[in-house]
C-alpha cells in the first residue's frame, strides 16, 4: 500500500515547487500535474506531486494524518 500526503504548493519553478507539508518547507516535483499554481493544495508521493486535490480535501486529510501521528483513536 502507498500513502500520498496532502501537500500545498508555496512557489513554482520550472518542473519544481517549494511546498509545505505538515509545517516543513521542500522541494517537490509538479511534473505529473496540470498547471500547478502557488495556493494549490495536492497529494505528494515519494516526492511527486500527483494529484491537485480540493482545499476542505487537504484540510481533512491534514487533520486525520495529525491525529495519527499523536495516537489519538478516540476523534
Same mark, same amino acid.
Given at each position: 500500500?502507498?500513502?500520498?500526503? /496532502?501537500?500545498?504548493?508555496?512557489?513554482?519553478? #520550472? $518542473?519544481?515547487?517549494?511546498?509545505?507539508?505538515?509545517?516543513?518547507?521542500?522541494?517537490? $516535483?509538479?511534473?505529473?500535474?496540470?498547471? /500547478?499554481? /502557488? #495556493? =494549490?493544495?495536492?497529494l505528494?508521493?515519494? #516526492?511527486?506531486?500527483?494529484?491537485?486535490?480540493? %482545499? $476542505?480535501?487537504?484540510?481533512f486529510? !491534514? $487533520?486525520?494524518?495529525?491525529?495519527?501521528?499523536?495516537? =489519538?483513536? !478516540? %476523534?
Open positions: 500500500m502507498c500513502l500520498a500526503i /496532502p501537500t500545498k504548493i508555496i512557489s513554482t519553478q #520550472g $518542473n519544481y515547487a517549494y511546498a509545505e507539508t505538515m509545517g516543513i518547507r521542500q522541494k517537490i $516535483n509538479i511534473q505529473l500535474i496540470e498547471n /500547478p499554481m /502557488p #495556493g =494549490d493544495c495536492v505528494l508521493h515519494a #516526492g511527486f506531486a500527483i494529484e491537485k486535490i480540493e %482545499e $476542505n480535501e487537504y484540510t486529510l !491534514n $487533520n486525520t494524518l495529525h491525529k495519527m501521528i499523536k495516537g =489519538d483513536e !478516540n %476523534e
